[in-house]
């Protein structure tokens, strides 16, 4: 069964780092294009970040380029979203996913994590 389960998440004052990861069984991470999305409330989900292992490929939506880090661990079968300088704007819920390709079309991806709920506030 494939499943995917996202941690990390938390409560950060403005400033400072979060590392999510997201961790898969029934299949392997390389393989896949893994998309970070996000969702704030009253807000449609939107794509953050994107990377396909194999070939070393990674996205960075405009909004978070500088600041967050995509990377994987082949032998953990792990993907992980290291954050840095968050802003309050950075709040949301953190879902990873996987797709055949990068896109930042939410509806290209076929399974996806449960979530973790990032909150950066003063």
């Known amino acids: 069964q494939v499943q995917l389960v996202e941690s990390g998440g938390g409560l950060v004052q403005p400033g400072g780092s979060l590392r999510l990861s997201c961790g898969a069984s029934g299949f392997t991470l390389k393989n896949y294009a893994i998309g970070w999305f996000r969702q704030a409330p009253g807000k449609e989900r939107e794509g953050v970040s994107c990377?396909?292992?194999?070939?070393?490929?990674?996205y960075y939506a405009d909004s978070v380029k500088g600041r967050f880090t995509i990377s994987g661990d082949n032998a953990k079968n792990m993907v992980y979203l290291q954050m840095n300088s968050l802003k309050p704007e950075d709040t949301a819920v953190y879902y990873c996913?996987?797709?055949?390709?990068?896109?930042?079309?939410?509806?290209?991806?076929?399974?996806w994590g449960q979530g973790t709920q990032v909150t950066v506030s003063s």
């Open positions: 990377t396909v292992s194999n070939d070393g490929i990674t």
């Open positions: 996913a996987t797709s055949e390709f990068c896109s930042w079309s939410p509806y290209e991806y076929d399974y």
